[in-house]
């Protein structure tokens, strides 16, 4: 496309915005249904709950950190990913259990979703001016209600993907905009590498824009005037050759340390497995069946060779058809661009297939699409037909939502598709003991070594042991002290048997007493059991070696604090907000301590500090009206019981003290 027709008419504009709003409202609705109700789930736990980056580091911090700040062994670095996750946290504060909703964290994928989409119906009406507003949008939708997107906007941690496709349609659009006008270059040029940098902060596979913006240049501009393309294919090129240095030297590794799967032994191997995942890729982008968090991908050596001919040649037949029309070239290069930095081709990643990685990928699809339609000049016909498709593409994806919901629904529809891995078995037993429920998670495990015994030796040697263990604390609680096996130890906390996994946590540090996890965990089933005197020695040790943990000094502190020792809780209440003074948790705290020894003034300003922090914890309210009465601030203290009373009717002791000071007024 070598020029662009004159703005719509006022009609055509007006349809257009009415028809935005709707798709947006539907993007809203189709998501939020199920989303809003849902958990975190599998990886959530260890990049939300129990990401240092979350919860204790400074804002400045996390921007030198791994991506999640206690698994540098995952080779990644998000720091704009864990700033939201910090800033969800701040304002609405993590679920104190991993079975409760985290509904806020999910209204954040959803809306940063419905602004991709926002987002792509700009940059489809500026390069497709000759559709009308139904094709458009419809086309839009297509990426929109894709059911091969639920993985990264249901998914806590699937934020990543959203990020990058939210500045990456940002960086595309400038330089749409930028490259059909010419003018305001500094302005333009600034923008795009704003929104280049928070891409590359979002995720280390947005550095494929340089070859986004060639494709772009080659399907929809001739060769007039280059100039301005030459301008931005530099800045992008020179913006990712200086995010890949400062990457290395924070992350000290290109990737991850682990292989992304252990049946690999190759990078023959590899390459040929890969080829057969991108031609699943393909299948799933046009007939979207058989979706799962987990793919339970087969290195056979002939069906991968065989798919990965296949790909070849489809790829080859594209560039030849793309002399003719470039809308092939449009369709390739995006899918190849998009995919090469997780598609193992390049170097092995941490998953071998997901379907997050398809997220920017749906893009391409929804303007290859648009392409076709401009080209065939679709009638009507061709269009409702389109429609129809994206309507059932839409139900399919309201359903997906739905699994989503849990950890035991998730892995519930895992199993449904892939019956005979272990995997999915072995994954909805912990799902069942995470929730509570003996008797499923048996089941499950029981399943998951049967299914187990089909598999290589070495799969065996590696999974077993995890399945016995986790299924002996189940059916013989008394032999408990003889599971060493951590990770069924962590289970076992994360399903709240704090008192027995304490004990295994003992056990399992008398053989490696320096374990960093073991001793966390133990430290926090010995503060739910209210054994603030136990879980001191293991404090003291650790913060020997991690003096600058700002949440540990917090643990030492409230133990201090409910052993009677207020002085030496005092003083590591105030370390760790040294370390991080947006712990509104630690500053609530503080002042109970301060309160327990009638210092209301002290605590009073400790108690606003919190609250500016965490405005709708509710409790930090009650305590700080508590404290305005006793200092004789009665008109406060009641304001703070009517905020209260007002987001909860419910709360007695907010009503009780309404009424005490209401009636001693009168």
């Avoid at 995720?203 to 240049?217: H, M, N, Q, T």
């Avoid at 798919?307 to 030849?320: D, Q």
């Avoid at 059991?529 to 003291?540: G, I, R, S, T, V």
């Amino acid at each position: 496309m070598g020029h662009f027709s004159p703005l719509m008419a006022n009609r055509d504009l007006i349809q257009l915005r009415w028809g935005t709003a709707l798709l947006i409202a539907l993007v809203l609705l189709i998501f939020g249904w199920f989303g809003l109700r849902s958990t975190f789930v599998y990886d959530d736990h260890e990049f939300v709950m129990r990401n240092p980056g979350v919860t204790q580091s400074s804002f400045t911090q996390i921007f030198t950190e791994h991506y999640p700040a206690h698994h540098p062994d995952q080779g990644l670095y998000r720091p704009l990913i864990t700033l939201s996750y910090k800033i969800d946290a701040a304002l609405f504060g993590l679920p104190a259990q991993p079975h409760l909703t985290a509904t806020f964290f999910h209204t954040t994928n959803i809306i940063v979703h419905a602004i991709v989409v926002l987002l792509l119906v700009l940059l489809l009406r500026r390069l497709y001016p000759e559709l009308a507003t139904l094709p458009l949008l419809i086309c839009a939708g297509l990426f929109a209600f894709h059911p091969l997107a639920t993985e990264s906007v249901c998914w806590v941690s699937g934020r990543a993907e959203l990020f990058a496709g939210l500045f990456l349609l940002v960086c595309l659009n400038v330089f749409i905009y930028f490259r059909v006008s010419g003018s305001r270059p500094l302005l333009y040029s600034a923008a795009f590498l704003i929104a280049f940098v928070l891409a590359l902060l979002s995720k280390e596979s947005s550095i494929v824009l340089p070859g986004l913006i060639v494709i772009f240049e080659l399907v929809y501009f001739s060769k007039i005037d280059r100039r301005r393309f030459y301008l931005f294919f530099g800045i992008a090129c020179v913006l990712a050759a200086i995010y890949m240095i400062v990457r290395i030297s924070l992350t000290g590794r290109l990737g991850p340390d682990i292989q992304a799967y252990t049946g690999i032994t190759t990078s023959f191997g590899r390459v040929i497995v890969a080829g057969k995942v991108m031609l699943q890729y393909i299948l799933m982008l046009l007939f979207p069946t058989g979706l799962s968090i987990f793919h339970d991908v087969q290195v056979n050596f002939w069906p991968s060779l065989i798919a990965s001919i296949l790909v070849v040649g489809i790829t080859v037949l594209c560039v030849i058809l793309g002399r003719k029309q470039k809308g092939f070239w449009l369709a390739a290069g995006w899918f190849w661009i998009a995919l090469l930095p997780v598609s193992n081709l390049v170097f092995p990643i941490g998953s071998v297939m997901a379907e997050r990685f398809l997220y920017v990928c749906l893009i391409g699809l929804a303007l290859s699409v648009a392409w076709i339609l401009k080209t065939l000049n679709a009638s009507m016909k061709v269009v409702g037909l389109l429609g129809i498709w994206v309507l059932m593409l839409s139900g399919q994806t309201f359903l997906r939502t739905a699994d989503w919901q849990n950890e035991i629904t998730l892995w519930r529809s895992a199993t449904q598709v892939y019956p005979d891995s272990f995997v999915t078995h072995m994954k909805s037993g912990d799902a069942a003991l995470l929730m509570s429920r003996k008797s499923e998670a048996l089941d499950s495990y029981q399943t998951a070594l049967l299914k187990l015994e089909k598999q290589p030796l070495m799969y065996q040697e590696k999974f077993r042991p995890a399945i016995q263990t986790a299924m002996k604390s189940l059916e013989d609680p008394t032999s408990e002290e003889e599971i060493l096996n951590l990770e069924a130890i962590h289970a076992l906390a994360r399903a709240g048997k704090f008192d027995r996994a304490a004990a295994l946590y003992a056990a399992y540090l008398e053989l490696k007493p320096k374990d960093v996890s073991a001793r966390k965990g133990i430290i926090d089933c010995l503060i739910r059991l209210d054994l603030f005197k136990e879980a001191q020695p293991y404090l003291k040790a650790i913060l020997v070696e991690y003096p600058k943990d700002g949440l540990l000094h917090a643990k030492l502190a409230l133990c201090f604090s409910q052993t009677g020792k207020p002085d030496l809780a005092r003083v590591h209440y105030k370390r760790a907000l040294e370390i991080n003074p947006q712990d509104g948790i630690t500053w609530a705290n503080l002042a109970i301590l301060e309160m327990r020894e009638e210092k209301f003034s002290e605590a009073k300003g400790y108690l606003e500090k919190a609250i500016q922090i965490q405005p709708r914890a509710q409790e930090f309210r009650y305590n700080l009206a508590v404290c305005y009465v006793q200092l004789g601030r009665k008109e406060e203290a009641a304001e703070q019981a009517r905020i209260i009373l007002k987001e909860n009717p419910n709360h007695r002791g907010a009503r009780k003290l309404l009424e005490f000071v209401l009636g001693k007024k009168k």
